[in-house]
């Protein structure tokens, strides 16, 4: 089993609407994690942490659910410039290693 | 920069030809991570430094691949007899150890053997 497991899509939107990832791991004991977002030919940038009690940037909004073992990323009223690659991210505390998901492929149609 | 600085940006050579790509990391950052991503793919871990701790080079391909890290300064890594396989983006990210903070890309170093 993968280390983190997320569904590539593509995910094809229209602008507006909102769309949902989710992300797996296997770590039960894992407690720090971490939505990355990948421009095509670009370094992959810190969207957003996820926190125990969930979090909201703007129209992100990232929440965990350990019972579970998912993060997820909902993003609202999306934007033509949201297009792009998330990577769900696990960094473990123990050995200090991050561990990246395949991604997830969205493209917000106008 | 105060960001993590790679060198070069593009690299273009011959198989079999020797290449070594440099990471500058944020300074502070203990921790040093090296990927390689495949057009389309996702993140492959290659090797992560921790300070002078031994590193971790459980995801090196192959004995061609090595790199080094003085202290908490540059790192490099360096693939012997390349390969057309071997052309990638090879990134390079640095964190903190303390707390959990997140890693910090560089641009990359675009690889392309011929």
């Known amino acids: 089993r993968k280390e983190v497991e997320q569904d590539p899509g593509p995910f094809n939107v229209p602008e507006g609407a909102t769309v949902a990832f989710n992300c797996t791991y296997s770590n039960s004991a894992s407690q720090s994690f971490f939505w990355y977002r990948q421009d095509c030919r670009k370094e992959p940038k810190l969207l957003m942490s996820v926190y125990s009690s969930g979090n909201e940037d703007g129209r992100f909004t990232a929440q965990l659910n350990r019972a579970s073992q998912y993060i997820s990323l909902l993003i609202r009223d999306s934007k033509l410039s949201d297009s792009a690659t998330y990577l769900c991210?696990?960094?473990?505390?123990?050995?200090?290693?991050?561990?990246f998901g395949t991604g997830t492929s969205l493209t917000v149609i106008p | 920069g105060a960001g993590v600085s790679q060198s070069p940006s593009n690299k273009v050579t011959e198989k079999g030809k020797d290449v070594e790509l440099r990471c500058d990391p944020i300074s502070g950052h203990t921790a040093l991570y090296w990927y390689r991503q495949r057009l389309g793919q996702g993140l492959e871990f290659l090797i992560y430094?921790?300070?002078?701790?031994?590193?971790?080079k459980s995801g090196l391909p192959s004995d061609r691949f090595s790199a080094e890290r003085t202290g908490e300064s540059v790192s490099t890594l360096t693939i012997q007899r390349t390969q057309q396989e071997d052309s990638a983006v090879y990134l390079c990210?640095?964190?903190?150890?303390?707390?959990?903070?997140?890693?910090?890309f560089g641009q990359g170093t675009r690889l392309t053997v011929v």
């Open positions: 991210v696990d960094r473990r505390n123990t050995g200090n290693q991050f561990y």
């Open positions: 430094f921790q300070g002078n701790s031994a590193p971790d």
């Open positions: 990210a640095s964190s903190l150890v303390q707390g959990w903070t997140e890693a910090f």
